[in-house]
């Protein structure tokens, strides 16, 4: 508890332990504020997300690499170059030191894959009691070019809907972890950061109406929400939707929608026809065209899939819960 | 739990708590990353801290208060105009929605108090377990205007030292709060945001080098950290720093030093003599000069005071716990 109570122990954890990994010229000067220069012209960017999940390590990634990625790829969805996160972290007393140093490192690697500073920190211990370990909030900044114009709200008839890889694998994963999945698989989460596509995308010339990552509630909760933004219809073909071959097995095996289930290094980007092949091209040959956007006269759009079978299903929002603590 | 899901119930919950309460244009759209303009050749302060302070609510003031003051206070450290906040909100399951209504609604009532907006924010559910009720994270950015260089590491020799308030009504609430103290006293939290007094200094030419707020660790750890970025000597004299005399008295009989409470609504303040009387005046009467900046040779600067019988003591970091959980 003492390291928490911002004297000298609070001092030498965040000394030892934060700075010799996550140090920088801006995050070494341990002020109560960092300060950061934008680039003339740009507007910022600005997002958070706690980070709770459960266990604290997964196939895949753990909860430290997860609270930059998921952070990092919520900036760039309005278009923004991440620049700086700043990270709370909520230790549980009993928690033991190498743990945290092996999280901690995560987040150093995971930081330098994006390309993003952590600016700024703070620390606090609670009670022995969830064993849950630690919490993780990142919060971050980014700034977004003059012309760009990236939203939820921008989707337009016409606009092609890509998703840049198959879904799943994060929220699989994390079942297995749990204990949840009685049956071997060695599905990884695609935690991953996404932000260096997207500036790749823009710097050619991509032209992207808006992007969103489909965490929580997954694919279908992220377009149903695009579709009440945009205000048009949304069309997706069942059997273009990207799902790796052992997520199905388990999906069918447990009865598991792959449609609701959570990802963490994935986007929905809806674009102009013209450029679905640039961006294709840049996130990989995993990704794929999965619809498109149609008008929808009274502005309440819709979310629509049409089957394998050739019917057409209307898909809500998830409406209970898969699993919780996912991220 | 389901509230956490990322589906319909979450989707309820921010919608109507949360939306109801803290709504801007920005919030309002609820995209994953929020975007602002900065006013054009400022910089930018980012900052954040997590909440995690038993009990909720206390005399004087509660978490909600706190989340918003602690993070605005933080920020106008770099003479930065807040701006935008992001609230990130982990809460357990199990707590009573009325408690959550109330904290929102007064985090709602101090960042207007304060004049910023919260910008983005996301919402996550632990397990029932540590009967803490929620943990709150805010981050904040604001902007500073060209020619404004506030630090701790700019304390120069001749600057005055101001304390602009009493010290350790915080600390001593939250004690009476968890039942530590056992006789009656009515000592209130000072939390309180303090960005507007800065933002009036400086638009009336006040020159002030550093500023910091003495919260955990106290007045005298603050110091002791500034003396240690600007390389100077700082001394302070006992008989000039305020203490409330019902705060003095709590001391006195639980033999606690008033230098080490916490306080969350008072800033340390390094000017140039000729800006005290300016500072002063806008903080109110409750505040002093309680000291003076001096060369240090070796620029290692150490933190001094003058007792009241006359000698002089030196003073470092708080090095053991005091209370935790107080911010």
Redesign the interface.
């Known amino acids: ?2 390291h ?5 122990q ?2 030498d954890l965040v000394q030892d332990l934060l700075l010799s990994r996550l140090g920088n010229k801006t995050l070494n ?10 680039s ?13 999940v459960q266990p604290l390590f997964f196939p895949g990634g753990d909860i430290g690499r997860l609270s930059v990625c998921g952070t990092v790829n ?2 760039a ?2 278009g ?1 170059v991440p620049q ?1 996160l ?5 230790l549980e007393e009993g928690l033991e030191f190498d743990t945290l140093e092996e999280i901690v490192d995560s987040i150093a690697r995971a930081a330098e894959e994006a390309g993003v500073l952590i ?4 620390t ?4 022995r ?4 370990g630690l ?1 993780i ?1 990142t ?4 700034f ?1 070019e003059d012309g760009i114009e990236i ?3 921008n989707g337009k008839p016409g606009d092609k809907v890509i998703l840049t890889g198959p879904l799943g694998n994060h929220e699989i994963a994390l079942m297995k972890a749990r204990g949840l999945i009685p049956f071997e698989t060695d599905i990884q989460s695609d935690v991953a950061p996404l932000n260096r596509y997207v500036k790749e995308v823009l710097e050619r010339g991509g032209d992207i109406s808006a992007i ?2 489909p ?3 997954g694919l279908a ?1 992220a377009l149903h ?1 695009i579709c009440g ?1 945009s205000g048009c219809n949304v069309t997706i073909y069942e059997e273009q939707i990207p799902v790796d071959r052992n997520v199905k097995a388990v999906c069918e095996l447990a009865g598991f929608d792959p449609l ?1 289930l ?1 990802n963490e290094g994935k986007y929905i980007i809806l674009c102009k026809p013209e450029s679905s092949s640039l961006i294709l091209d840049i996130f990989g040959s995993a990704g794929a065209v999965i619809g498109e956007v149609q008008e929808r006269g009274d502005g309440k759009g819709e979310l629509l899939m049409e089957t394998r079978s050739g019917g057409l299903r209307r898909l ?10 996912i991220c």
Chains 1, 2 share one sequence.
Do not use: C, F, W
């Open positions: 508890m003492s928490g109570s911002g004297g000298r609070t001092h000067r341990m002020e109560d504020s960092a300060v950061i220069s934008p003339p012209g740009s507007r910022i960017a600005m997002t958070t997300d706690s980070y709770v919520d900036l969805t309005s923004a700086v700043s990270l709370g972290l909520i600016a700024t920190g703070d606090k211990v609670i009670n009691g969830p064993g849950d919490y909030n919060a971050g900044i980014g977004i939203s939820s709200y969103k990552d965490t929580r509630g909760s929400e933004h609701y959570a809500g929002m998830l409406e209970t819960t898969q699993l919780p603590r």
